[in-house]
């Protein structure tokens, strides 16, 4: 007869939401001289639109990530139309052929880069909403 404790596995969060994303954001964010650099160029005007939406589209995927790497998976930017709002990303590692994974990008990564980068209106995935095909020839 054993009389070793039962092992105690913490159960694993359902999904990251906005709060959490904002705190890992101001946990991780601490370039201060980054920091100081952007607040100078937005008050010269010396940055546009699109490049203040991708601060804010990297900001939002960097707290977003470790959530998504927990379960193994992973998420990259392949690219932001800022005229139409739209980032198309690609969601890598255990997310490929997961059957949840439509749910993560619609109800975790589509609704927080919403929330939190301005003008961002769709987040589409490769692979769930659109496909990129090689070159065949």
């Not at 991780?28 to 639109?49: K, M």
């Not at 977003?64 to 990303?89: F, K, N, S």
Request: aromatic content about 2%; hydrophobic content about 45%.
């Amino acid at each position: 007869m054993s009389t070793e404790a039962p092992v105690q596995i913490k159960p694993k969060p359902e999904s990251i939401d906005a709060a959490a994303a904002a705190q890992l954001t101001a946990d991780y964010d601490d370039d201060a001289a980054a920091d100081a650099e952007l607040e100078a160029e937005l008050a010269s005007g010396e940055i546009t639109d699109a490049q203040l939406m991708r601060v804010a589209l990297d900001a939002a995927v960097e707290a977003i990530r470790p959530a998504i790497q927990m379960d193994g998976g992973d998420m990259v930017v392949l690219e932001l139309r800022a005229d139409e709002g739209v980032v198309d990303i690609e969601l890598l590692g255990a997310c490929v052929g997961c059957p949840m994974s439509s749910i993560t990008l619609r109800q975790g990564v589509e609704r927080i880069l919403t929330d939190r980068v301005p003008g961002l209106v769709k987040v589409r995935a490769k692979g769930i909403d659109f496909d990129v095909q090689d070159d065949i020839w």
